[in-house]
């Protein structure tokens, strides 16, 4: 199984909407190359960002083949593909075309609120599953629990195929303490835009990023710099964003990179329900950043 190189800024996709609810597939292709053509190093398919949870398993077919046949391997694709059903996630792993993929992230059961123990055999019968690389993926502000350092860690040691983890904790000391103990090879990914530099400078590999859907170019050149060791113009960058990085999740995401979007000329300013989009006094703030970053 061939490993997939994580490092630099990966981006969660949104899935652009028409006024009618439906997907804009026009606007999915026009924003497919405004991130190749400007320094994104991969993409994820169908997370969290996407409103993934809003779509048929219809609708994410479309968009899993849509995605693979405009990108056509220009840069690598990963796919989100989780749940709080153990046997219906290992289902969908075994019956997925997932060909034009090299990598899947997997979110922690989320509602159900497992224990450290069925954590670890719910990634077990994943990684046992996966015909493709696993990268878990902890965000315990949106699942309920939080997967602990020690849980990640013997994860993975025990399976060579679980490549990864993006954290999303918050927890910088929890993050720190993965990165010291961790096997060589395994890849930690901030989840979270507003750490990702800190988090470089302790040894993460980069970020899966929200607002690399509207910034790949400058968000992607400060995970680069960072990495680099080039931590001065790095730290510039990161601080020319600090204000946008919380006014993308006062509202929540995506309604915050989805008015960003929207107010670049992307995207209509859509989701589904239960997302609305942000209030009008966040998307004028935004718009303000906006004109003072141009």
């Known amino acids: 199984m061939a490993r997939i190189n994580l490092k630099g800024m990966g981006v969660a996709l949104i899935t652009p909407f ?34 993934t949870p809003a779509l048929t398993p219809d609708e994410k077919r479309q968009v899993r083949e849509f995605v693979a046949e405009r990108v056509a391997g220009r840069i690598p ?27 899947v992230l997997s979110v922690v059961p989320y509602y159900n609120k497992p224990s450290q123990e069925g954590i670890y055999r719910h990634y077990e019968a994943i990684a046992t599953a996966s015909p493709l690389p696993v990268i878990l993926y902890n965000v315990p502000g949106r699942t309920g629990v939080n997967m602990s350092a020690d849980t990640t860690l013997r994860l993975a040691r025990d399976f060579h195929n679980i490549i990864g983890v993006k954290e999303a904790s918050g927890n910088i000391t929890q993050m720190d303490d993965i990165i010291k103990r961790k096997p060589e090879e395994f890849m930690v990914i901030s989840g979270d835009d507003g ?20 910034f790949p170019k400058e968000f992607s050149r400060m995970v680069r710099l960072a990495l680099s060791g080039d931590y001065q113009r790095a730290l510039t960058i990161h601080h020319r964003f600090t204000e946008l990085f919380s006014l993308l999740f006062v509202d929540g995401n995506p309604a915050g990179v989805k008015c960003l979007l929207h107010a670049m000329g992307y995207i209509e300013n859509e989701l589904r329900l239960p997302l609305v989009p942000t209030r009008i006094t966040t998307y004028e703030k935004i718009r303000q950043v906006l004109n003072s970053l141009n």
């Not at 190093?41 to 996407?50: I, K």
């Open 195 to 214: 750490i990702t530099f800190p988090l470089i400078t302790l040894g993460a590999v980069g970020v899966i990023s929200v607002i690399g859907n509207a």
């Open 77 to 103: 694709l990963v796919i989100g593909i989780g749940g709080n059903n153990t046997a219906a996630v290992v289902n969908e792993l075994q019956t997925t075309d997932l060909s034009a993929y090299s990598a």
């Open 18 to 51: 028409r006024s009618d609810k439906t997907i804009d597939f026009d606007a999915l292709a026009r924003l497919l190359e405004y991130q190749i053509k400007n320094g994104t190093d991969y993409l994820v398919v169908l997370g969290t960002t996407a409103e």
